[in-house]
């Protein structure tokens, strides 16, 4: 299982920005697909956005395309998620988790969210937009 720590939530006006982070750590591989989910009281969690860490395509979803953008790095031989958000709106309030779904070559949203039950995940870290 991959170890998942999230930062860098908090509350901002709407039309301001945050920047999410995330430091993997326990897995046996060295890539592996990763990305941001997202959920409101009552509601399903939702991929927001999804990239292969070292080389990938990044995939959104429709909601955040434009306004997110997902990258990673690597730090101290650590796979790190960041998710850096613009033009925020009270619709992006939600409580922000990192994942991470290992043995797939193909990383999307779609793929994340059909293979949901496989994901580690982070703590969560609350964004509010008002």
């Known amino acids: 299982h991959v170890q998942l720590v999230e930062s860098g939530g908090g509350s901002v006006q709407a039309g301001g920005s945050l920047r999410l982070s995330c430091t993997a750590s326990g897995s046996e591989y060295s890539n592996y697909c990763m990305g941001w989910f997202r959920q409101t009281p009552g509601k399903e969690r939702e991929a927001v956005a999804a990239?292969?860490?070292?080389?990938?395509?990044?995939?959104?979803a429709d909601s955040v395309k434009g306004r997110f953008t997902i990258s990673s790095d690597k730090v101290n031989m650590k796979n790190e998620l960041y998710l850096q958000m613009d033009s925020l709106n009270p619709n992006d309030t939600a409580m922000y988790y990192c994942?991470?779904?290992?043995?797939?070559?193909?990383?999307?949203?779609?793929?994340?969210?059909?293979?949901?039950?496989?994901?580690?995940w982070g703590q969560g870290t609350q964004v509010t937009v008002s």
């Open positions: 990239l292969y860490s070292g080389d990938g395509r990044p995939s959104y």
């Open positions: 994942a991470a779904l290992t043995g797939w070559a193909i990383c999307t949203t779609q793929t994340m969210s059909r293979q949901f039950k496989y994901i580690d």
